[in-house]
T-cell receptor, first 114, second 116 residues
């Protein structure tokens, strides 16, 4: 069975601090996709990144970066120089190749204080 | 591209009434749409998969007769909560899959349902 674990329920940081959100997944399949979504207080899910299981290259997009390590089944997300607008719930998710079911982690609530 | 809308964004209804929530793909045709439910401070739980022109596939534990799903066109799926009760109060989010890109879903802004 597939599973996504986000062990950090809530994280609080002060603006400009760096913060890493952890995501550990479980699957026996070799082909799958991993995602990160942001859910601000408005509720809408904002797509951040999609990564397939064969691409372990780390990715950087502005202040956001992702570290994918198949050896530890982890797909961690780092925000550099956090800002108040980064305050939201962040979900990591997994979907197996050629299936429809997106499996979400329990989410990490990030609060960035000024 | 890949914009999904939901209507209404917020609805309050009395216990025993039915509520319809619409999910539309605005700039693409979606043969498959998904309905999720999210309780406060919890994750998203898939309720059902909606396929255009056929019956929806419900996840285990989801009452088909209570949560009616209709996907009558390639851009519209509706979720009707029938005979709503306070325990049905929740945040309902739909998503749609872009054709030929099975793995990526685009989400609507969600509908907050409050049943009094």
């Amino acid at each position: 069975a597939q599973k996504v674990t986000q062990a950090q329920t809530e994280i609080s940081v002060v603006e400009k601090e760096d913060v890493t959100l952890d995501c550990v997944y479980e699957t026996r399949d070799t082909t799958y996709y991993l995602f990160w979504y942001k859910q601000p207080p408005s509720g809408e899910l904002v797509f951040l990144i999609r990564r397939n299981s064969f691409d372990e290259q780390n990715e950087i997009s502005g202040r956001y970066s992702w570290n994918f390590q198949k050896s530890t089944s982890s797909f961690n997300f780092t925000i550099t120089a956090s800002q108040v607008v980064d305050s939201a719930v962040y979900f990591c998710a997994l979907i197996l190749y050629n299936t429809d079911k997106l499996i979400f982690g329990t989410g990490t609530r990030l609060q960035v204080f000024p | 591209g890949a914009v999904v809308s939901q209507h209404p964004s917020r609805v309050i209804c009395k216990s025993g009434t039915s509520v319809k929530i619409e999910c539309r793909s605005l700039d693409f045709q979606a043969t498959t749409m998904f309905w999720y439910r999210q309780f406060p401070k919890q994750s998203l739980m898939l309720m059902a998969t909606s396929n255009e022109g056929s019956k929806a596939t419900y996840e285990q534990g989801v009452e088909k007769d209570k949560f009616l799903i209709n996907h009558a066109s390639l851009t519209l799926s509706t979720l009707t909560v029938t005979s709503a009760h306070p325990e049905d109060s929740s945040f309902y989010i739909c998503s749609a899959r872009v054709p030929r890109v099975r793995d990526t879903q685009y989400f609507g802004p969600g509908t907050r349902l409050t049943v009094l």
